[in-house]
């Protein structure tokens, strides 16, 4: 198959799904997602991605109508089904399907699964950014489907011919609309820390412990807009992305300081990824 959809046990082509007017998703937004990148039909962080989404699911008082090893073997089984080797792998839980009405419903949870071909990103390619501030509400470590402010700021960034929008509150940076962004300053990794501001990504998580490897020190603390455009480099992370350095910040070049520690860097990941995704 193409692509392959899955709503509580249904499948089929993502194009022909459909889904019920009352899931409180088409209302409320209310409910909570993943996503990763499979190679080879093999799924990159499953377990760190998995994890997250159980974590994101317990914080708005939701359950998963599956345990975590079930879950992971039903999203194993259909991404040996869809043809493409390279995939977006998402799925995502929203809080059952009921008459509006804001508190919950009695009933359950609805399970989606989403699988699309999707190329391996090239991490040599650098991005643009812009910066704005970040107007979002206070619990971004939950990944939850309500991302208007994201979307906004991605489509921001998008007009101005750029890749993603750096987000910040006052002048600290928080992290960017679909991913985090980390800086390299005279040899430490500095980044900010998983509180209520950033969505604690699982590929920030994978680049700290890389770091940890290779004996480069790890900063995670809050920095400033100042030290984002004085940096050696600006790094840009996601499960989509992985690793890419920034070279231009609204419309002034930026990074591009210490190219070898960001190889050393994105070599590692990419060779994590291998690890993980060869047959
Ligand atoms: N921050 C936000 C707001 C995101 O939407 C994402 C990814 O979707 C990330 C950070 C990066 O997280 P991960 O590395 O787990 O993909």
Same mark, same amino acid.
């Given at each position: 198959m193409e692509t392959l959809g899955y709503y509580n046990g249904k499948y089929g082509e993502l194009s022909e799904m459909t889904v019920p007017m009352l899931d409180r998703v088409c209302y409320f937004g209310d409910g909570v997602y993943d996503a990763t990148h499979a190679r080879n039909h093999k799924i990159y962080c499953l377990d760190e991605h998995v994890d997250r989404f159980f974590n994101s699911a317990g914080l708005l008082r939701m359950t998963v109508p599956h345990t975590k090893e079930e879950l992971k073997e039903l999203l194993r089984e259909m991404v040996s089904k869809v043809? %493409?080797?390279e995939q977006f792998v998402y799925w995502q839980l929203t809080r059952? !399907? %009921?008459? #509006?009405?804001?508190a919950f419903p009695e009933a359950p949870a609805n399970l989606w699964i989403m699988l699309r071909p999707a190329p391996t990103q090239d991490m040599r390619v650098p991005v643009r950014l812009i910066t704005l501030e970040d !107007? #979002?509400?206070?619990?971004?470590?939950i990944k939850t489907l309500n991302l208007l402010p994201n979307v906004m700021a991605a489509q921001r960034a998008e007009e101005a011919g750029c890749d993603e929008a750096v987000l910040h509150r006052g002048e600290s940076v928080t992290e960017c609309a679909h991913s985090n962004v980390h800086i390299l300053k005279d040899g430490v990794f500095r980044t900010h820390p !998983?509180?209520?501001?950033?969505l604690p990504g699982i590929t920030r998580m994978r680049l700290i412990q890389l770091c940890h490897r290779l004996n480069i020190p790890v900063d995670e603390a809050p920095f400033t807009l100042a030290e984002l455009r004085a940096a050696d480099e600006i790094l840009v992370t996601s499960a989509s992305t992985f690793c890419r350095a920034a070279c231009e910040l609204d419309g002034q070049p930026v990074g591009g300081k210490d190219p070898a520690l960001l190889k050393r860097i994105q070599d590692a990941l990419d060779e994590d990824f291998h690890r993980e995704t060869d047959l």
């Open positions: 043809d %493409a080797d059952g !399907t %009921a008459p #509006r009405n804001h !107007t #979002r509400f206070l619990h971004c470590n !998983t509180d209520h501001y950033i």
